[in-house]
């Protein structure tokens, strides 16, 4: 489904990923993992197409149009004035696009996501009076609606009750079993372990990527440590057609 080739992406010609390759097989189910700055929320926007690609490339086996994206809740600006059930709707702009009307069978689509994350009775309530748990729902509503075959998923969990994750997971393992693709950047390897088929673990670079057994290693684990304790963001300029092998320390 998304095939990566020797990617590098960089801030200020600092890389924040750099030579990643590898592929997500359709239907997979992935976690992404590793320290923070490793490059895991980089990797889903360059995915998605929010951040342009330094070298290397992206291949995607779905259009674009057929891909959702969550963003981290700290991302969102939750003071927009907008109700649940229009959020919820949003998730239709795929089918209908900025000029279509949404249509009774839509509609019907929408009241069905929201009852599918719990919500009834909350479809005039206005977003920013949710509270995180429950915004989350109403943003996997969205992402029902909108009937991708490539879902990205960043921190999907963080900051959330127990109950609303167990909801969240249940509509994750609901994707798998449709074939749908589904890549999800995490920070808990208990969680990865016990939901997950597929990891990527990351520190800028690739350190292992394939089967949670293969990867979830405590060799793994300390080198992504060790990489990261020596980030050096004054380090050279990392250039993107050298080999791993060729670049700079970073």
């Not at 490793?38 to 995607?60: E, V, Y």
């Amino acid at each position: 489904m998304v095939t990566l080739h020797n990617l590098t992406v960089s801030y200020r010609q600092h890389p924040a990923l750099h030579h990643i390759s590898g592929s997500f097989a359709p239907g997979s189910l992935s976690a992404v993992i590793g320290p923070n700055g490793s490059g895991k929320s980089t990797l889903l926007k360059c995915i998605m197409g929010l951040l342009r690609a330094s070298g290397g490339q992206i291949h995607l086996n779905t259009p674009r149009q057929r891909i959702a994206y969550l963003p981290q809740l700290t991302e969102l600006d939750r003071s927009f004035p907008m109700q649940v059930r229009d959020c919820v709707m949003l998730g239709c702009w795929g089918s209908v696009g900025p000029w279509g009307g949404v249509n009774a069978a839509l509609l019907r689509r929408v009241d069905a996501a929201i009852h599918s994350v719990g919500l009834e009775g909350f479809e005039q309530r206005a977003v920013g009076s949710l509270s995180s748990g429950q915004l989350q729902r109403v943003l996997f509503a969205r992402l029902l609606v909108q009937d991708a075959e490539l879902i990205l998923l960043d921190e999907p969990f963080n900051a959330i009750d127990a109950r609303t994750t167990e909801a969240l997971l249940a509509l994750l393992h609901q994707w798998h079993e449709q074939k749908r693709t589904v890549i999800a950047v995490l920070h808990d390897d208990a969680q990865v372990r016990a939901h997950f088929d597929q990891t990527l673990l990351l520190a800028r670079e690739l350190v292992a990527w394939g089967s949670i057994e293969e990867v979830l290693t405590s060799a793994n684990l300390m080198r992504a440590r060790a990489l990261a304790e020596a980030w050096d963001d004054n380090a050279d300029i990392c250039h993107t057609d050298a080999s791993p092998s060729q670049r700079s320390p970073t």
